[in-house]
Each structure stands twice: as structure tokens, then as C-alpha cells.
Nanobody, 126 residues
């Protein structure tokens, strides 16, 4: 079982940037596809970005495409999310998650993910 801990959230003005990190322990993430999801108050959890085990395949929600970049460092057992040009509608709790997967696969559906972090709050002021 892998434990995931997110960090890097905070309060930022619209147009600013944040970098989220997800540190894994207990098991290497090299065997898992990884993803970022977010949940705003009163809304359902939604897909943000995902990356395959190899790191060679990535996917993004349309709402963040061109602004967010997902990456992974398997040697450091870490998942990253670089968020630029932040908007107030990006305000949410952000979660990282891990899913067993083949080498080149990533998932956008949260039901595929079996391990979740506790989340980190991102607040973007206008």
C-alpha cells in the first residue's frame, strides 16, 4: 500500500502560479499511473491531470490544458503539478492518486485510482 501526501497549496492571486507536490512512501510509484483531481465546495471531484508510469503519456482536463503541467520523478517517488495562470475557478482541494496500470496508460476516471492523499487546499483570489 502506498501512502500519498500532498503539499504546496496555498493562497495566490489570479494569474499567479503554484507547484503542488505529492510524496509517496511505503511503495514505489513507478508501478502506478498517477493523477491529480480536485474538489470545490458543493461540487463533485473532478479530473485535473494524469500521467502514465513511464511519464511519456499525459492527459489534462480541458479547463487546465495549457496552464497546468503534470510530471513525475520515480527516483524520488514524487508527483508534481505545476499550475500557472491560475484562475479563481481553480480554487479547490487538490488530491493526488495512484492506480495500477500498464506502462503507457493513464486514467481520467477517479474510480480507477486506489490510493489517495489527504488533499491540499488551493485558493485563488480575484
Amino acid at each position: 500500500q502506498v501512502q500519498l501526501v500532498e503539499s504546496g497549496g496555498g493562497l495566490v492571486q489570479a494569474g499567479g502560479s503554484l507547484r503542488l507536490s505529492c510524496a509517496a512512501s511505503g511503495r514505489t510509484i513507478s508501478g502506478a499511473a498517477m493523477g491529480w483531481f480536485r474538489q470545490a465546495p458543493g461540487k463533485e471531484r473532478e479530473f485535473v491531470a494524469a500521467i502514465s508510469r513511464s511519464g511519456g503519456n499525459t492527459g489534462y482536463a480541458d479547463s487546465v490544458k495549457g496552464r497546468f503541467t503534470i510530471s513525475r520523478d520515480n527516483a524520488k517517488n514524487t508527483l508534481l503539478l505545476q499550475m500557472n495562470s491560475l484562475k479563481p475557478e481553480d480554487t479547490a482541494v487538490y488530491y493526488c492518486a495512484a492506480a495500477p496500470a500498464s506502462y503507457s496508460t493513464y486514467y481520467t476516471d477517479y474510480v480507477k485510482y486506489v490510493n489517495w492523499g489527504q488533499g491540499t487546499q488551493v485558493t485563488v483570489s480575484s
